[in-house]
């Protein structure tokens, strides 16, 4: 062998060895660069994982009347558990299990979705069930005091002396203002209730300047006051009033308007105007509010 072929086989060797070296640096860099990867997959999937245990943790506290559900709900929820347990402890290099339990994630969110909507269902029922025995108890509530105020009625009609000189209230009836004064029909907008009533003629009826006292039974049975001293002298006692008004009566006909502003958040339901004049009650007369 010259040196010539001598140098050219050296030369070929060292290509050899090079593109050998390059191979492997190469490799080892792209073997280096999935694993990173494969790190980052974990940790993204261990994430999703955590934040759907905590989302189900949510759900664990929520006091459900179904018992199938939250059995199916504790199931779930320890699932999450152990396959976030086993990702934890699963090596980086198993490719083949993280893309398994990146599936199973899937499937438990799904799983997941279908109790939620279960839950909602659920609350939205429950919740109207509540209403519904509110509204039954408001009712009790109002027929109560309706029967307390019949009593009441019957019982100072059983008590009237003088029958024919007494006064009598009719043509009530409630408007619904605005903050303008202005009629309105929408419940959030009520800033002040007139009430409009006739005193209807009598001439046995002493003349004279007359207080009339308007007393606002609310739907839970209590009177409606701007004070607790509006009090006024009813069948040996002392009763609330809401509003009252001086009027001078002569015996004729005569028309009069009342008014009671709202400061109050207002109750929905059936309420009730009693009008007293001269120790008597002259006219009840229920009316609604409702939104």
Partial sequence: MNQKTKILLIILIALLVGGLVFYVIHQ?????????QLEFEKE??????EDLAIQFDGYQDI???NDSLTQKLAEEQQRVRDLLEELRITKVTNARRIAELKKELATVRSVMQVYVRQIDSLNVTNERLTNENRQLANVNTQLTTENTQLTSINTQLTQTVSRAAMLEVTDFRVTTLNKRDRKTS?????QKLQFDYTILKNITCTPGIKTVYLRIVRPDGVAMQ???????PFENGQVEYSVKQDIEYGGEQLSATLYWPVEEILQTGVYNA????????????PFTLKK
Avoid: A, C, T
């Fill in 28 to 36: 080892h860099r792209q073997m280096r660069e999935m694993v990173e």
């Fill in 44 to 49: 993204e999937l261990q994430e999703e994982y």
């Fill in 63 to 65: 006091q459900l009347s």
């Fill in 186 to 190: 929408l419940f959030s907008q009520i």
């Fill in 226 to 232: 701007k004070s607790p001293d509006n009090l006024f």
């Fill in 274 to 285: 009693d009008f007293f004049i001269e120790g008597n009650l002259v006219g009840s007369f």
